[in-house]
């Protein structure tokens, strides 16, 4: 596509459906694994190192209400993937399992952007979103 063909929609539009597509993309990658992209990230999270619970739930806020995280940290612990004890959540052995095989099909999702976009331009890419994001009022 050409810059010009690019430039009949606007920024939103193209943000909307870059978004769009990049959940599909990842719908898609997960889906029969027993976990949706938010748990992915979850477990991701948390294969950095324990956090609490409620800190987790601050973190993925931009993404869904408190409530769907709550719910998703529940239901990867009563799947026996997360362990949650003085509001410390951690990966168990289980959890660790699934967080490996997982990164191997998150890696074709992200195969596929970094194809679309080499490191330069992704890079570029990112700094230009973020000085869009600075230069505008917080959402509400």
Known sequence: ?????????PIGWWLKEADARLNAAFDFALQDTGVDRRGWQVLA?????PAQRSELVSTFASFDPPAAI???IDRMNSQGWIEV???ITRLTQRGVEKQEALALVIDGV???VSTALP???YTALV???ARLVDALP???
């Open 110 to 112: 992200r195969q596929q």
């Open 119 to 121: 490191r330069p331009e």
């Open 127 to 129: 700094g230009l979103l």
């Open 85 to 87: 004890s003085a509001d």
């Open 138 to 140: 917080p959402a509400t």
């Open 1 to 9: 596509m050409s810059d010009e063909q690019a430039l009949t929609h």
């Open 45 to 49: 999270s948390l294969s950095r190192g």
């Open 70 to 72: 709550e719910e998703t």
